[in-house]
Nanobody
């Protein structure tokens, strides 16, 4: 069982930056694949970035955020924190951002159906 909590959302102007944090806590949290998803009003949930566990370390981004967003991970045994540094934010990045996790490192993707544990979400608003 894993408990996932996001923080760090807010409002910024276009071109600004925010850093989101996801704290995943539970036994053996270090083995979990952890990802960020987002959902804008009226749109489907979209995978943004994912980072594999400490033994693998791979990262994957959706095309629209490459070169602007960076995912990173602070590995502990039973608590892991995953950060999403978001630079050059644009209005189209406005959404509720969710952190999610699953325990099968071989299933490394941004398919939300693979994820078992979800946070409540944090709002990111980009507007002038």
């Amino acid at each position: 069982q894993l408990h996932v909590v996001e923080s760090g959302g807010g409002s910024v102007q276009p071109g600004g930056s925010l850093r989101l944090s996801c704290t995943a806590s539970g036994e053996h949290a270090y083995v979990y694949v952890i990802a960020w998803f987002r959902q804008a009003p009226g749109k489907e949930r979209e995978g943004v970035a994912v980072i594999n566990n400490k033994d693998d370390g791979r990262m994957l981004y959706t095309d629209s955020v490459k070169d602007r967003f960076t995912i990173s991970r602070d590995n502990g045994r039973n608590t892991n924190t995953v950060f999403l540094q978001m630079n050059d934010l644009q209005p189209e990045d406005t959404a509720v951002y969710y952190c999610a996790a699953h325990g099968f490192s071989a299933y490394f993707s941004l398919d939300s159906r693979e994820y078992d544990y979800w946070g409540q979400g944090t709002q990111v608003t980009v507007s002038s």
